[in-house]
């Protein structure tokens, strides 16, 4: 079974969390459910009409992460209701070696993330619809790609629509990422051995990216991104790029506004290591700040 449900309790305790993550990866699973917030919902957790994930280290979650997520419950108008939201661990990344918090602060920062989250959606949400009708999971695989992820959550029960007939139907995934990872997911080089897009036909039928712009130096600005998302539309990448097809199924959307600080957990990072609460305040969320001081995490360098 994919799950090992803790409860709040439970995910506010490194040890606990330890033991569970030694277990993890010493099983042969590659995917697991630790907390479902609310704490489980039996009726709604076998009826998910759409499945949004936001993998990520998670070193901190930070309010870029928080935009993501609240962005997507409230106003993605691509799916009906009810909506479950799993936050997903990648104890393995495509290019990042393991770096300081260690991954059970990491599980312990995402619960808390989560909670803030819910209540946030709830506050937002004037009918209360989108909070009855939302679950979100706190989840770790051992699976670094996309394609990979897609394949093992389309596996699992939960995440099945049973419907009324209970004849399982295939739950639409939608991948919450920023800029940086859509240029990631459509690089060849993660494609052994042809280096070719072919593997992703797969997750472009079925499933969608709700791709975040990222402004800063490093990506280009919002015209290049745009540009880039047309060019795949035209079909100007093909034939070794994107299919033009799969560009129905990229949304871009606003990420920071001109002038707004940039977000980033190596910003969370540094600023925690520099003792500067200001700044981490304005970067994560009051839960995760108040984990990262209390823990003393970051003080390291990275
Ligand atoms: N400020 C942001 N704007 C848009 N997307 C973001 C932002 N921060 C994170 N993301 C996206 O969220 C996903 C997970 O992010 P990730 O954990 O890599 O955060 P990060 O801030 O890039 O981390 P680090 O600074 O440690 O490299 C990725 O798809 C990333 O592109
Ligand atoms: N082609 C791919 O599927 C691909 C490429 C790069 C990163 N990733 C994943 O994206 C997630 C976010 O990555 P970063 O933490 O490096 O931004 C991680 O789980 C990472 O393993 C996937």
Redesign the pocket.
């Known amino acids: 079974m994919p799950t090992n449900l803790h409860s709040s309790d439970d995910m506010r305790d490194p040890k606990t969390l330890q033991r569970s993550l030694s277990a993890f990866t010493s099983s042969q699973l590659t995917f697991q459910i630790l907390r479902t917030i609310p704490h489980p919902h039996p009726s709604l957790s076998r009826q998910p009409k759409a499945l949004y994930i ?6 901190p979650p ?1 309010r ?2 928080l935009r ?1 997520c609240t962005s997507a419950l409230l106003h993605d108008r691509t799916t009906t209701l009810p909506k479950r939201l799993l936050l997903l661990l990648a104890t393995q990344n495509a290019d990042k070696a393991p770096k300081p918090a260690a991954f059970e602060h990491r599980l312990a920062m995402m619960n808390v993330f989560a909670e803030e989250l819910v209540k946030m959606v709830a506050i937002s949400d004037e009918k209360e619809r989108a909070q009855r009708d939302l679950i979100v999971d706190v989840g770790l695989t051992k699976e670094a790609r996309f394609i990979d992820k897609a394949r093992i959550l389309e596996a699992q029960e939960e995440y099945k629509d049973h419907g009324n007939d209970d004849t399982a139907k295939l739950v639409q995934q939608i991948h919450l ?5 859509l240029i990631r997911l459509l690089d060849t080089k993660y494609y052994p051995p042809k280096h070719t897009l072919e593997p992703l036909e797969d997750l472009f039928k079925k499933h969608r990216v709700r791709v ?1 712009r ?1 402004t800063d130096d490093a990506w280009g600005g919002r015209e290049e991104q745009d540009q880039y998302v047309r060019k795949i539309a035209k079909g100007e990448m093909e034939p070794d790029g994107p299919r033009k097809e799969w560009a129905q199924r990229i949304d871009l959307l606003e ?2 506004k001109e002038g707004e600080e940039i ?4 910003k969370v990072r540094e600023a925690a290591k520099a003792g500067d609460e200001e700044a981490l305040k304005r970067l994560v969320t009051d839960g995760v700040a108040r984990w990262i001081l209390d823990e003393k995490l970051y003080l390291e360098a990275d």
């Open positions: 936001l993998d990520s280290s998670f070193n930070t870029a992460h993501i990422i920023g800029f940086d990872t975040t990222r990420g920071r977000v980033s957990s190596t």
